[in-house]
């Protein structure tokens, strides 16, 4: 399994979660931006920048996963091609993202696109919460100790 992050949204601290567990579990762990970011150095941890544009660094993401790997992302289109493809895809708040439950996503989604294109001030995500941090800290987890179980069968 290798983790690849949509780095250009992602906050500063799930980025730390990543970098520690990406250690702990010595787990290849991409960080994938458009501009540059700073990444911890670890031989586990590499930063990938994409040539500006839009969808630039999601497609490459897409390009590069296997069914094996987790990728990071708060895009809701992104995460449907993730999950396409037979891989897992796990939001900066915890939540992972499913066959269940991407087709309800991305039709909310599509749908507050709508207002916000019909003039309705519809508002943005609250900041990230601790309990946001702790429902994504302990998901990564669960994700990465299958991980483990599954290489040494």
């Not at 150095?41 to 993401?61: P, Q, T, W």
């Not at 915890?94 to 309800?104: A, D, P, R």
């Not at 800290?137 to 990465?144: G, R, S, V």
Request: charged share 25%; aromatic share 6%.
């Amino acid at each position: 399994m290798e983790i690849w992050v949509d780095a250009d949204a992602c906050p500063v601290v799930i980025k730390d979660i990543l970098f520690r567990a990406a250690e702990r579990t010595k787990t290849p762990t991409t960080f994938v931006a458009n501009h540059f970011i700073q990444v911890a150095k670890s031989k586990y941890i590499k930063f990938l920048r994409v040539h500006s544009g839009f969808d630039v660094a999601d497609n490459e993401i897409v390009k590069q996963i296997t069914d094996k790997d987790l990728v990071i992302t708060a895009d809701i289109p992104l995460a449907a091609e993730v999950v396409e493809k037979g891989a897992l895809a796990l939001n900066p708040r915890g939540e992972l993202y499913t066959e269940s439950n991407i087709k309800q996503r991305l039709n909310i989604r599509d749908f507050m696109d709508t207002l916000r294109a019909s003039g309705v001030h519809t508002g943005g995500a609250p900041p990230i919460s601790q309990s946001d941090r702790q429902s994504f800290a302990n998901n990564l987890d669960k994700i990465l100790a299958k991980k483990g179980k599954s290489s040494k069968i």
